[in-house]
């Protein structure tokens, strides 16, 4: 696919500019809500579908980064774009001690159980410190400023949340497109090989888990204004299955697959919100149908369209 | 006085543990004779409790029947969920597999959660509730009856491992599952008796977990986080080392809960496999894997 295919993808943002002025204010909130959605679903991606690892603990940073945002805003009142960086740092730093257990060889389920319980114990901290973050009634988020600007309407945080997306979307794109994305190839290939040519496979993966986590914590960052009001409920095993229904319906592995993922879970369930369950119900069978019948997700489809879409860094 | 009080919290320590014990086995069943990891093993637990109720209280049959048709019921559902969901996938990669098994958990519990919602239920003891004294160790009919009825499980499992010929295809099986397919073993039907006898297992163990603790969907979050510390403390894959490893892990809990903070009753279950996988990862009892190129 030539360069010049490639730039046309830039047009997407641009399209997106006047989309506000279509929308009446709750389809706004949904619509903000799958942008943000966006960096969740590219961070976890990047882990497990290009890496190939049982990592769990998604909504760990996803947590991690909505109350550092809404701590730091509540208690230290600072405006939220000074929060956003700290937000992505935390996850980042929360990505690499998760990849701690990978370093020391834990892998597939092994590491899979480690990850699922570290994200539990951190949303039993949210729910146990409760002087920072309000236990478990949670704590209200300020309203928002970017540079002194107002962050107060659903409209203006769309472009706020626009820019942050575009920029991390065309970051990781250039980072799976580098010797970094062929290095996590490799290791999802066969690690050994990897590490047998001179991959420095552990660097790799470390970097890996801190680019996710820290991409995943802007999503936090985000999600702590759009929702105004942070509970440890946010953060439990339902948020786990709709951030893996994002990627595998999306497609693992694949950049596109996490964004369309991203789009879809996040707009569709907005409608039986009023059933306990349903949700979870869903987003299980979802999984079910696409393993069974789709394993390369929706962006498979995409590919199949057109090459533009096809992921040059992922193989099966 | 602090010292007087162990062996009362030894009893109890003992009686949650031998719970999960059960669970934990009921996962290893699955994990020893597939290599799979069930990640929907809690809900499946769940369910069977759910279904104890509904067969109890909704149709009206005697607490044994009930449980009867939970265990087949449950035996069904595990069974079929191999067959038709993970046997199309399994020579995919693991990824896949842990993600199939976790998605059927999250359905199971997001129907439960529809039909109960965020209600609790109590299903009551199918037997009077009492208390016995020896010295100043209290023993309730709980503990009894759990203790009891999970090593008569696991007696009844031992001699099915050892002294019947089901049990030896079932060994062969769990060492070396193209020798077993060589001597004319149907390993992918035994892959799916194994995972329906693992979710009857779980059913076992949920209804036990109902009478104690009062019942919500989320019952399976917990029961798998539980069973999979009981499992990578025993070692996984080892069936001795789960039972071992559930009993010491309850027994932990209370230890911790009492000696040191409470809030070690929660967190036990999230720091142990964090602890044992970072610290001797082939757990207790279990032997170290070597990973061949």
Not at chain 1, 10 to 31: A, E, G, S
Not at chain 1, 247 to 263: K, R
Not at chain 2, 135 to 151: K, W
Not at chain 2, 221 to 237: E, I, K
Request: charged residues 10%.
């Amino acid at each position: 696919m030539s360069r010049v295919t490639r730039r046309l993808f830039w047009l997407i943002p641009l399209v997106l500019v006047p989309v506000p002025l279509l929308l009446n204010p709750y389809q706004q909130y949904v619509v903000n809500t799958a942008l943000l959605y966006v960096p969740v679903g590219i961070g976890f991606n990047l882990v497990v579908g290009n890496l190939g690892l049982l990592a769990f603990s998604n909504v760990a940073y996803f947590g991690l980064g909505a109350y550092t945002s809404g701590v730091l805003m509540a208690h230290l009142g600072l405006p939220w774009w000074l929060t956003v960086i700290p937000a992505g740092m935390v996850g980042g730093v929360a990505g690499s001690i998760a990849s701690i257990p990978a370093l020391r060889g834990v892998r597939l389920f092994y590491l899979a159980i480690m990850t699922l319980a570290f994200g539990e114990l951190m949303r039993w901290t949210y729910i146990r410190w409760e002087v920072l973050t309000g236990g478990s009634m949670g704590m209200a988020v300020p309203t928002a400023s970017l540079f002194g600007w107002s962050l107060d309407t659903d409209r203006r945080r769309f472009y706020a949340f626009l820019a942050i997306v575009v920029l991390i979307v065309a970051t990781t794109d250039r980072l799976l497109r580098s010797r970094f994305g062929r290095a996590f190839l490799a290791i999802k290939d066969n690690e050994i090989a990897a590490a047998a040519m001179g991959i420095p496979t552990d660097r790799y993966i470390v970097l890996a888990f801190a680019w996710g986590g820290a991409v995943v914590g802007l999503g936090g960052a985000m999600f702590a204004i759009s929702v105004g009001h942070l509970s440890p409920i946010s953060f439990d095993l339902t948020e786990l299955i709709r951030q893996f229904a994002i990627i595998m319906v999306g497609g693992l592995g694949s950049l596109t697959g996490g964004i369309i993922g991203a789009v879809i879970i996040t707009a569709a369930p907005q409608v039986f919100t009023s059933f306990p369950g349903f949700d979870e119900l869903v987003f299980g069978l979802l999984i079910v149908l696409v393993i069974l019948f789709l394993p390369r997700g929706l962006a498979s489809l995409l590919a199949r369209a057109h090459p533009a879409f096809v992921d040059r860094y992922y193989r099966d | 006085m602090m010292l007087s009080l162990l062996p009362q919290l030894l009893v109890s320590g003992i009686s949650s543990g031998m719970l999960y014990a059960l669970i934990a086995l009921s996962m290893t069943v699955v994990y020893r004779a597939t290599t799979v990891v069930n990640f929907g093993h809690g809900d499946m637990v769940a369910a069977g409790a759910y279904a104890v109720f509904v067969f109890g209280l909704g149709f009206g049959f005697p607490f044994l029947v009930a449980m009867a048709l939970a265990i087949a019921v449950l035996f069904l559902a595990g069974f079929a969920t191999q067959r038709f969901l993970m046997q199309p996938i399994v020579a995919g990669p693991h990824l896949s597999l842990a993600m199939m098994a976790l998605a059927v958990g999250y359905t199971i519990r997001g129907a439960l959660r529809l039909e109960w919602g965020t209600e609790t239920l109590n299903p009551s003891r199918p037997y009077p509730q009492d208390i016995y004294m020896f010295g100043n160790v209290v023993i309730t009919t709980d503990d009894v009856v759990i203790c009891g009825f999970v090593l008569l499980l696991l007696a009844a499992l031992f001699l099915l491992l050892q002294m019947t010929p089901l049990g030896k295809v079932i060994q062969a099986t769990f060492q070396s599952q193209r020798g077993a397919a060589l001597v004319g073993i149907n390993v992918p039907m035994f892959h799916a008796l194994m995972w329906g006898g693992g979710a009857a297992l779980g059913a076992i163990g949920g209804v036990m977990l109902s009478m104690i603790t009062p019942l919500t969907p989320d019952l399976g979050q917990w029961t798998l986080v539980q069973g999979f510390a009981a499992m990578t403390l025993g070692g996984f894959g080892s069936l001795g080392g789960a039972v071992a490893g559930g009993i010491l892990l309850g027994i932990t809990e209370k230890l911790l809960g009492f000696y040191a903070n409470t809030v070690f009753i929660e967190i036990t279950g999230y720091l142990v496999p964090i602890l044992v996988l970072l610290l001797r990862p082939q757990g207790l009892f279990g032997r170290r894997a070597i990973v061949r190129v």
